[in-house]
T-cell receptor, first 111, second 112 residues
Framework: KAGVTQTPRYLIKTRGQQVTLSCSPI?????VSWYQQTPGQGLQFLFE???????NKGNFPGRFSGRQFSNSRSEMNVSTLELGDSALYLC??????????FGPGTRLTVL | KQEVTQIPAALSVPEGENLVLNCSFT??????LQWFRQDPGKGLTSLLL?????REQTSGRLNASLDKSSGRSTLYIAASQPGDSATYLC???????????FGTGTSLTVIP
């Protein structure tokens, strides 16, 4: 089985722009979770989607949003980018609440 | 508030040594706990998942235990190798809410 894929792998944006990241889960997995990883804050949970519905949400501002499609692929959108949004964004897929499998991440740099 | 902590933040051991990494969590109502390794600049690789009904899980040289009453999990690595050098993270899912809470990780260096 193919693993979790994330596109793009690297992204450079400027403040005020918006960005969309994509995650394709492992075939058969219906849950996709998104995380932000920074040196200062570690791994922080953004949100989780299960069967196209947001099942959980972390403590991030409304600028961070996501969605999941019927084929379980998920997108994450960040609007009005700030310097502090520079991070490694990771997505993870699972069947439901069991083992999470992570993708390689998207490295976002905001200038 | 549900929190997961890992101490120490960094650990350096000579090759061949057996070692234990620690993970503590504040809520005993844990659903499951997962251990990961992360190599620099890379995503996370799943190592072991322990369900709340289990006491331990083993995979090769790795053994993870779970003690809900004390709020602790340990990852035991036998006969460490330089290739084991990485950051090890634990993540707990609790019965309330459904998200994983990550520890800050232990950076392991195995010296040849």
């Amino acid at each position: 089985k193919a693993g979790v894929t994330q596109t793009p792998r690297y992204l450079i944006k400027t403040r005020g722009q918006q960005v969309t990241l994509s995650c394709s889960p492992i075939s058969g997995h219906r849950s996709v979770s998104w995380y932000q990883q920074t040196p200062g804050q570690g791994l922080q949970f953004l949100f989780e989607y299960f069967s196209e519905t947001q099942r959980n949400k972390g403590n991030f501002p409304g600028r961070f949003s996501g969605r999941q499609f019927s084929n379980s692929r998920s997108e994450m959108n960040v609007s009005t980018l700030e310097l502090g949004d520079s991070a490694l964004y990771l997505c993870a897929s699972s069947v439901s609440t069991d083992t999470q499998y992570f993708g390689p991440g998207t490295r976002l740099t905001v200038l | 508030k549900q929190e997961v902590t890992q101490i120490p933040a960094a650990l350096s051991v000579p090759e061949g040594e057996n070692l234990v990494l620690n993970c503590s969590f504040t809520d005993s109502a844990i659903y499951n706990l997962q251990w990961f390794r992360q190599d620099p600049g890379k995503g996370l690789t799943s190592l072991l998942l322990i369900q709340s009904s289990q006491r331990e899980q083993t995979s090769g040289r790795l053994n993870a235990s779970l003690d809900k009453s004390s709020g602790r999990s340990t990852l035991y690595i036998a006969a460490s190798q330089p290739g084991d050098s990485a950051t090890y993270l634990c993540a707990a899912r609790f019965n309330t809410g459904n998200q994983f809470y990550f520890g800050t990780g232990t950076s392991l260096t195995v010296i040849p």
